[in-house]
């Protein structure tokens, strides 16, 4: 089965960028990496999802490396908003059903 | 935009005693999934319905776990003989395709005494 791993915490300045690696050295042709942030209380809040190529959309960009082993998840212009655990994941299970979180990144936005 | 409601947010009970949680899906989403978080880690799988029908099982879902989804839209989610270990976030989501992503309720945490 696929899984992810991911740096255990990152520090961001308000306002720069913020880039969060993932390695999913084992993932299969065909599945999707998804990343999901948490804030404290809350459940998993999806951001956005990527099979190949590049994506992007209002809350983030996601790149994919060509061999697809690792991606990024870039936050473009952190906010204190943004402080939360993000988690890179992928599916596994029989059915391909399950979600596995892994820990996740604690990121930090500083002001 | 209706989300996926949990109900309770919040459940005490003591060791020994039966829980039920409710998780009501996105209203056209035919696939429902529970998950478990305790703190500090990532959530992780427990069941996953499609329709009515559970199609797969965590090997976490012990025999004093039950979960059903009878009318392919609301689930629940009981556990009887409650242990300390069973303290946690139970969280449920749901998706209309398999591939696609999966939206997250509040959770239902539950303490045990």
């Known amino acids: 089965d696929a899984k992810t791993t991911q740096p255990t915490s990152m520090d961001c300045a308000e306002g720069r960028a913020a880039n969060l690696p993932c390695n999913h050295s084992?993932?299969?042709?065909?599945?999707?990496v998804y990343w999901y942030r948490q804030i404290h209380s809350q459940g998993p809040q999806y951001i956005i999802h990527g099979l190949k190529n590049n994506e992007t959309n209002e809350m983030a960009s996601l790149i994919i490396t060509e061999d697809r082993k690792s991606s990024t998840l870039i936050l473009p212009h952190a906010t204190l908003r943004d402080t939360a655990v993000y988690y890179c994941i992928v599916r596994v299970g029989d059915t391909g059903n399950q979600f596995y979180f892994g820990t996740g990144t604690s990121l930090t936005v500083i002001p | 935009d209706t989300g996926v409601s949990q109900d309770p947010r919040h459940k005490i009970t003591k060791r020994g005693q039966n829980v039920t949680f409710r998780c009501d899906p996105i209203s056209e989403h035919n696939r429902l999934y529970w998950y478990r978080q305790t703190l500090g880690q990532g959530p992780e799988f427990l069941t996953y319905?499609?329709?009515?029908?559970?199609?797969?099982k965590s090997r976490l879902l012990s025999d004093r776990f039950s979960a059903e989804r009878p009318k392919g839209s609301f689930s629940t989610l009981e556990i009887q003989r409650t242990e300390q270990g069973d303290s946690a976030m139970y969280l449920c989501?749901?998706?209309?395709?398999?591939?696609?992503?999966?939206?997250f309720g509040d959770g239902t945490r539950l303490s045990i005494l």
């Open positions: 319905f499609q329709n009515e029908a559970q199609l797969e």
């Open positions: 084992t993932i299969s042709g065909n599945e999707y």
């Open positions: 989501a749901s998706s209309l395709r398999g591939w696609q992503p999966q939206h």
